[in-house]
């Protein structure tokens, strides 16, 4: 049995936890970063192979969760997908794929699959967004009820969808689906030239990439609050707008202290959950120096 050890918090703070060893495994690992929510993949993040899902211990994967109080439970899909693809055989892998990891999502109570759409490859957005939106529904109509798709913004690298966050809303609108939703991942919206604190970023760390303004206006603009379902909190190795994606632990990296916490100690983002794909002190991933740094951030 895994107790969780860590005092209540009123806040769901994680990480990003390995499966190795099995499902249940990753219980063990997030209690033993002092988180109360996680983030997995349902299999490698580098291949489109899966176990059939009645193969794997989900139901030991269930108690464990329960045991230790564990909240909210994300899944990462593959990093292989790509709905933008011209090729109709790889749409289709990244449609089989995203099943999958939906019908997983609802048998292990999951809170959504956080998902990188893929890029464009230069035939730009209004080129392939109708196609997008239609793999997306595609998804939505051949999975359970109880499953969610959560697109993730991207960093602003060339050709990769929904780094602007108009891309976001234009594929809520058109997927009109309660079962579709978005992660924030802070790295990212850094990157693509969102800024989301009052401190100003010294030119020296200012990347060649024009600016997309002020974050919080355009999540009003857009209103992108109420389907946001969580977010990943990482620092940058790179520049402010410089579409540049390099997670960086917590404090270690360009994004300003008091950005964070700006971001974090939101009023409309009290009860996000905040999950940290951060390398990690030791290079072993997400830990709890990162976990406590959130903590403190989020207050
Ligand atoms: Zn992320």
Redesign the pocket.
Known sequence: MIKQTTQKHSRYVGGHVSCAGGIPTSIGRAVGIGANCLQIFSASPRTWAKKPLEELPIDEFLIAHKEANMGPTFTHAVYLVNFASESRAARKKSVDTLIYDLQFDAAIGGSGV?VHLGSHQGRGWEAVRTQVAQEITTILENTPEHSTFLI?NSAGQKGKLSSDLSEIRWLLDAVASPRLGW?L?T??AFAAGYSFGSEDIPPDNIGKNEPRGDLFTQLETYDLFSTLQCI?V?DSKDLFASGRDRHQNIGEGSIPKEWFETLLQRPELKSMSLIT?APGFDGKGPDRENIERIRNLAR
Do not use: L, R
Request: charged residues 35%.
């Open positions: 956080v993730e992660c991942d790295c990212h990943h990482n794909e």
